[in-house]
């Protein structure tokens, strides 16, 4: 690829995602649930381009969301309104309104006091309102503490007897239609047992009901399938697939899955500029005009992403690549052997297709990235660069 001319095009930092890629992504993990009713519904949380989202809508694939803001970009960007999930621990009345309003596939409740409130709006608006209810298994998914979800000690969910209660009093109300059960263990799981554990859990709840006559139709078993950033071990979509559907034995149910981070994760790079290097004692630091607010997960997480020097490979020493934030955790990598780097050399920051972008931010009044997509070898626009007028729009006019 010709990263000099795109940046030569579009300017740095700069976000460039393989819409070929994200298509090959989506296919592998709808094939290895091949011969089931199934539903790849995508976290939009991952990356929320629009038209990464249409992209994805094309390819027949549904939404998983966890504020009204993505089930609007999902319907926007042509999602069908039953493709779509609205999940999260929070929703405001006026989300669920909306929602309701929206005819998506199903609320994923995450408590009780979560299902009293949509029964009473669904009441008010004269409406049934599609459900599923998140169980926490209390399964270690054996992943980053922060994103880690499916233990006792985290706020998602809730355990399996609160469950089946919560089913029940959905069964017995006239304005909830309990279709749906959920679970998530976390996100960049590569060791696949953790999600097979927490499905035959979830699984024998499923028969339960069925015995109690709850009709459960759609079985959510996540997001959370792992990518490879360093050194991890690529996850046998075949051997996750057979897992869950041995898990179900022979339930009638649609499995849904809620990918993101694999389906976007290693679509997506991050380009930036060198500004210049400076030494501290021995201490060697490149400096970039990419920063946290572009790329906050080495920042968060002390997540690793691949680099490549994309200058002349010579008189290589250790280094942190730095950007002009005024933190010192501002950081894209530590201890990096890199060439000599001159201003105007390039970097290339790998595995940055999720939680780039949209965890990005305008700390120190910066304006975010552009975003390209680069599909069959032609490049084009899908986010502009921010200008500083953008940051201040929705201040000037209180100023006296």
Do not use: W
Not at 103 to 128: G, Q, W
Not at 328 to 339: H, I
């Amino acid at each position: 690829m010709d990263y000099k001319g795109l940046a030569q095009k579009y300017g740095t930092p700069l976000y460039i995602y393989d819409f070929n890629h994200i298509k090959e992504r989506y296919n592998e993990l709808k094939n290895a649930f091949s011969g089931r009713k199934s539903l790849v519904c995508y976290a939009v949380k991952a990356n929320s381009n629009l038209s990464i989202l249409r992209h994805l809508a094309n390819l027949g694939a549904g939404f998983d969301c966890v504020s009204i803001g993505e089930v609007k970009r999902a319907l926007m960007a042509g999602a069908k309104p039953y493709q779509v999930i609205f999940s999260g621990v929070g929703k405001s009345d006026d989300e669920i309104k909306t929602a309701l309003n929206s005819n998506i596939l199903m609320l994923n409740l995450e408590s009780e006091a979560e299902l009293d409130r949509v029964c009473a709006i669904a009441k008010e608006l004269n409406k049934t309102a599609r459900i599923s209810i998140r169980i926490n298994p209390d399964v270690d998914a054996k992943t980053h503490p922060y994103i880690s979800t499916g233990l006792n000690e985290n706020k998602f969910g809730v355990d399996v007897m609160s469950a089946k209660k919560m089913y029940l009093k959905a069964k017995n109300s006239a304005h909830i239609e309990p279709v749906g059960v959920h679970f998530h263990i976390g996100s960049q799981i590569t060791e696949i047992s953790s999600i097979i554990e927490a499905a035959n859990i979830v699984a024998k709840v499923v028969s339960e009901l069925k015995a109690l006559e709850i009709d459960i139709k759609f079985f959510d078993v996540g997001g959370g399938v792992g990518i490879v950033y360093d050194d991890e071990q690529n996850v046998s979509l075949y051997d996750y697939a057979q897992g869950i559907l041995a898990a179900l034995k022979g339930l009638d149910v649609t499995i849904v899955c809620e990918p993101g981070r694999f389906i976007v994760g290693n679509a997506g790079v991050l380009l930036s500029s060198v500004l210049y290097e400076k030494f501290n004692k021995n201490r060697r630091f490149v400096v970039v005009d990419a920063a946290m607010n572009d790329l906050i997960r080495p920042s968060l997480y002390d997540a690793h992403h691949g680099v490549e020097f994309l200058g002349k490979n010579e008189q290589i020493s250790p280094c942190d690549i730095v950007g002009p934030i005024c933190e010192s955790g501002d950081f894209l990598a530590k201890n990096l052997n890199l060439p000599k780097c001159q201003s105007g050399d390039l970097i290339l920051i790998k595995s940055a297709g999720a939680y780039g972008f949209s965890m990005s931010s305008n700390y120190n009044t910066r304006p975010r990235a552009a975003e390209i997509g680069i599909e069959d070898g032609k490049d084009r626009l899908i986010r502009r660069r921010e200008k500083f007028e953008d940051l201040i729009a929705l201040e000037t006019e209180f100023l006296n």
